[in-house]
């Protein structure tokens, strides 16, 4: 039996990285095994339906897929949206044998305050409002011109101002502040409804 049911849902994913205790954020995600598959079909689907594909995780251990799908035009989702997806996969359920039978799908818009977990989604955010979060401190090159409450923080939100290959730079309160992906824990949009 395949349950399947469409929810707005935000997942992140982290990595270790030399120990336990420090987490940073898998900015080239690499996928294998079951998990590419299902990339592979879900990509394949979501563009069927004329959406574009925004993230996706596989949970193997609940044989959960989240999927996570935008209107190219809207860069958002709406229920109807969803409900497309969802539907557009019961054929490939009932004839794909390598889909797990307890197989259970998620599918939902990115929200409002989307994680950014690739290069892609933090190129889509240019000009937007971000918030991250890093593990460890600042160097003395980024901590520059800054106060030292600023300085010493892990936490900072501003505008999205250029996106790199390496690294990104954001606006932290009108100083340009370029914090490598290798730095981050999280990134998220963090839009500011009072303006």
């Known amino acids: 039996m395949v349950l399947i049911q469409s929810v707005n849902v935000v997942n992140v994913f982290w990595v270790e990285f030399f120990h336990p205790f420090f987490l940073i954020m898998d900015i080239n995600r690499n996928r294998t095994g079951l998990e590419q598959k299902f990339y592979e079909l879900t990509n394949k689907i979501v563009a069927e339906c004329g959406y574009e ?78 918030e991250c979060r890093i593990s460890g401190k600042l160097t003395p090159e980024q901590s520059q011109g800054l106060d030292k409450s600023d300085a010493s923080s892990t936490k900072f939100r501003g505008e999205l101002k250029e996106v790199n290959a390496e690294d990104f730079k954001i606006d932290f309160k009108g100083h340009d502040l370029s914090l490598s992906y290798q730095q981050l824990k999280k990134a998220n949009l963090d839009p500011d409804f009072n303006n």
């Open 53 to 130: 594909l925004y993230d996706m995780d596989y949970i193997q251990g609940s044989s959960t897929l989240r999927v996570f799908i935008m209107d190219p035009k809207t860069k958002t989702a709406v229920i109807d949206d969803c409900v497309k997806v969802d539907r557009a996969f019961n054929p490939y359920c009932e004839t794909e044998d390598w889909i797990p039978d307890d197989f259970i799908l998620e599918v939902s818009s990115p929200g409002v305050y989307r994680s950014l977990k690739a290069i892609d989604h933090f190129k889509l955010a240019m000009g937007e409002m971000i």
